[in-house]
C-alpha cells in the first residue's frame, strides 16, 4: 500500500459499566458503604454524572484513571509515533521495522505543507520511491531489514496499538490539540478524542487544548487563542 | 458494623474482548497489517491464546498492559493498605479517615495470630472497644475527624477501588503471594487472583509467587519451597 | 524515646551542578550542539537561570526531572505517611513496623487540635501509653511485631527516606501547601521545600500551593486565598 | 559536522555520597534510628557495600531508586532514540528536528552490516547526501523544519540528556546488553554501563543481560550463550 491521507483510528478496547466504576471511585472516599455495595445500588445516569463531573473539576483526576482505553491506529508517521511514546503514562505496542521487512513500496505521510503544493508533492512522492529502491537495494544485498532501516524515513508510516487511562487523555488532548503542536499528532489525538466522544460525550469539557482549562496561554509563543498568562 | 473475617474482593470492571485486544498488540509489532484489521479478522480463541502465552513467556509483558482492571475492596486494614499502595503502576480511591467519621464502633481486622488464642481475643476486641470509646470522645468535644483519627488503629477497616494492568497484576501475585508476606496483603492478592481467574483462566501460570517463576528463591530468608539461588 | 514536636526533614542528596545539568537539557532541545559541549562550556549562572526560567514558565516541566533530591525524614505519623506514598513519582525507603520491634513506648505525633488544649492533651498522651502497654502483652505473649502492630496508632511516628525530581518536588508542593491539605503533611512538606530553598533559592516560585501558579482556587471547598475560578 | 562513528556517551551528573545514601536508605527499613543519624554515623565503605549488595540480591531495587544519574549523549541515530525513549521510568531532554534546522549535511549513524562492505557504504553515504539535498530543497522552498524532516531517515544523528535511577539502569542494561537488543543500543548503553562503572565500580555485578541475572534465557529466539528455560 502506498500514499496516506489521514490517520486511521479505532476505538477498540473500553470497560464495561464506564461511569459506574468511576461514580464507585469517586464515592468510596468520601462514604462509609462498601465500594461494591455502591456500585450495584447505582444506576442513575444523571446522578453519577454529576457526581464525576464535580469532582474532576476539582482536580481530583486519580478518580478517572480507573478507566484504560485502547485505539488501534495506523498510517501515522514515525515522526509522529516518536512524539507519541514520549508520553510515559501510556503503554504501546508497535509495529517493529526490525521484525516487519517493507516488501514493496512503504506506506508514508505527506506532511499538509508540501501536500498542498502539486510541484513539491510530486517531488516528495518521488524522493518516497527512490528511498524505497535503495531500501530494497540494501536488502537484496543480505542487509537484515534493522540495518537497511535507516535509510528509511521520518514519514513512513507506522501502526500501533495504544493504550492510556482517562486521566492520560485528558493530559493528551490538553497538550496536544494546543495549536503549537505538530499538525499530525494534533490530528491524531483530535481523531482519538473523536472516537472516544462518539461513546462518552460526558468527557467532551476536558478533551480540549490546555489553555481552555486554564483560562491563558502558557506557551512562551502564544497563538493568540487565549490571553498570555 | 464491627467484627472482621476475610477482605470482600469483587472484580468490578474488565475491558470487553481482552483476548482480541491482547493479541492485537501482539501481533501489532511483527505483521504488516492494519491493526483495526487484525482486531476485526481474529476469532479462534486457542490461536490467540497460543500466541499471547508464547509472547509473555519471552517476557514481553508490555503486550499485556493494555489491559487494565478494577476491584472493590473492602474489609482490609490501614497496615494492609499503607502496604498496598506502595504498588506505584496502580490506580486508588480510597476511603478517607479525614472526611468519613466513624459514627460507631469502626470496623478492624484481627489478625489470625491473635484470633486463633481466644484469650488474646477477647483483648483484641475489648481494646478496639477502646479505641472507639477514645475516638467519641475525641470528636464529641468538637476534634475533627481527620484528627480523631490519630488515635485509630492500623486495624482498622478500609475500603478501595483499585485498578491495575495485567503486567501489573502479574507483578503483585508475584511479590504478594511469596510466603513472605504479611499474611493479610497475601489473603487479599489470592482473592483478587480468584475473581479474576474465574473468568479468565488463562491467566493462571503467571498469578504465581515469584520463585515459580524464576525457578529459584531470591529473598534473604527462605522460606524453603524453592531451592535458593 | 517519646512525645513529638515537629518533623524532623534534612536534605541529604541532590546532583552536583544541578544548575549546569538543568541548562544542559533546555538547552540540547534547542540547539545543533553536543549536550557534552553545552555542559563544559557554560558557567555562568546568572544565564543558566534565565533559561531556566523561562522553560519552566512554559510549562515545560521533563526538563527538570533530570535532579532528583533525597530527603531523611522523621518523626511524621503514619497517617502521614500513607498519605506520602500516595504520591506515586517518589521513591521511599520507610522504617518497617513488621521488621522493627517497638522496645519501650513507641513515638508519636499529637495533632495541633488536641495538643492546644491541655486537658485532651494529657488524655492523648495517657491513651499512647495504654496502647503501648498492649502492643507490650502482644509481644511478651509471643505475638510477632507484624501482627502487634494492629493495635498501633495511626499517630505512631515513623522514618523514612524520600527521593523525587524538581518536577514532581513542585507538584507535591503545590498539592501539600494548599490550607486544603492535612496540617502534618503540609507541614512537612513546608520543611522539604525550606530545606531546598536554603541550597537553591531559584526554585522559590514554584515551590507554592497550586492556587498561585494557577491564579485561581479549583478546590471543591475554598479557603478563600484566591478567586475560584 | 558529518560522519558517525560511535556513539558520544558522557556520565554528567550524579548525587554526592552515593554509597551513604542508599546504605542509609536501606538501614532505614529495619532501624529504630532516624535516618538521618544513619546517614550521619555511617562512614565505612566495605560495611556500606555488604549490605547493599545484600539487600540489592534479595531483590529490594527499590533501595536504589535514591540515585539517579544523567547522562550527555550524542550520535546516536533516531531508529535508536525511539527505541531509548520507550523506558517510561526515565526523563529525555532531546534536540528537536522541529525547532532545530539542520544547516549543512546532517549527521549520521551508519550500521556496521553496511559500513563492513565499502561499497555498500560508498552507496549509503551517497545517499546521506542525496536526502541532505532533498531537505535542503524543501526548506529553501519554504517548507518549514518540522515538515522538510519528513524525508530525514532513521540513521540521522540525534542528541540527548538522559536521566535514570540506579534500578531502571540495571533494567536497562539487562534488556539491552541482550545480544537480541539492536547492534546500536546495545553499543550506547555498554558505554553508559562503562562510565557508570568509571565511577561505582561496585555496580559491575547487576550492569549484565538478563540471562546472567536469571540463570537462564527467556527470549523466544535465544543466542545460546546461556540455557534456555
Redesign the interface.
Known sequence: MEAAGKP?V?L???????L??VY???R?????????DI?NSVDDKEKMLKLIE?VI???HY??I????V?F????V???C??QL??H??M??????????K??GQFD???????AR?SV?QE??IG?MH??SE?YQ??TE?G??A??A???????AAS???A?L?LREMIHLANLRLCTRA?YEIRTMVKMMCAALLEEELWLKPYLVP?CER???C???KSCGRMPV?
Open positions: 486511521v479505532n477498540i478496547s473500553k470497560p464495561e459499566n464506564m459506574k466504576t464507585t471511585a469517586c468510596t472516599c468520601y462514604s462509609a458503604d462498601y465500594p461494591i456500585y464535580r473539576s476539582s482536580g486519580s478518580t484513571e480507573h478507566i484504560q485502547s488501534a491506529i495506523s498510517n508517521s514515525r515522526a509515533t516518536h511514546v514520549r510515559r503514562h503503554s504501546f505496542s508497535q509495529k517493529s521495522q526490525r521484525y516487519v517493507e516488501k508514508y505521510v505527506i506532511p499538509p505543507t508540501i503544493d513539491l517531488k516528495f524522493f527512490r528511498i535503495q537495494e540494501f544485498a542487509i537484515p534493522e540495518d532501516r535507516y535509510v528509511l524515513p521520518n514519514a501502526s500501533l496499538v493504550s487511562n505538530q490546555k486554564l483560562g491563558f502558557d506557551e512562551d498568562k
